[in-house]
């Protein structure tokens, strides 16, 4: 069973940074995308960012030239370096992990950190 665990929300000002981590385990596929999503309340919930375990990156527009996602050398923990944080980036910030398996997938999801932004 993949698990997925999450640290490093908290509380910041705007303008300033936060740095969250996701440590995965138990997985055995390499072949995979980890990244975040994050959910407001009220909102529905929005990808932040994504990284494939080839080195591949997508950012939404909301945290282009913000956001800087990353993984570590064994390719199961990933990054999210927040910048210049803003007020709408208060959010529930919910790692994932997509295990893909030749035609199959499988999800996975952290139980969410949150962050805010407020002076």
């Known amino acids: 069973q993949v698990q997925l665990v999450e640290s490093g929300g908290g509380l910041a000002q705007p303008g300033g940074s936060l740095r969250l981590s996701c440590a995965a385990s138990g997985s055995i596929f390499s072949l995979n995308i980890m990244g975040w999503y994050r959910q407001a309340p009220g909102n529905q919930r929005d990808r932040v960012a994504s990284m494939t375990s080839d080195g591949n990156t997508h950012y939404a527009d909301s945290s282009q030239g913000r956001f800087t996602i990353s993984r570590d050398n064994t390719g199961n923990t990933v990054y999210l370096q927040m910048d210049s944080l803003k007020p709408e980036d208060t959010a529930v910030y919910y790692c994932?992990?997509?295990?893909?398996?030749?035609?199959?997938?499988?999800?996975?999801w952290g139980q969410g950190t949150q962050v805010t932004v407020s002076s």
């Open positions: 994932y992990r997509v295990d893909i398996d030749g035609a199959s997938q499988h999800t996975y």
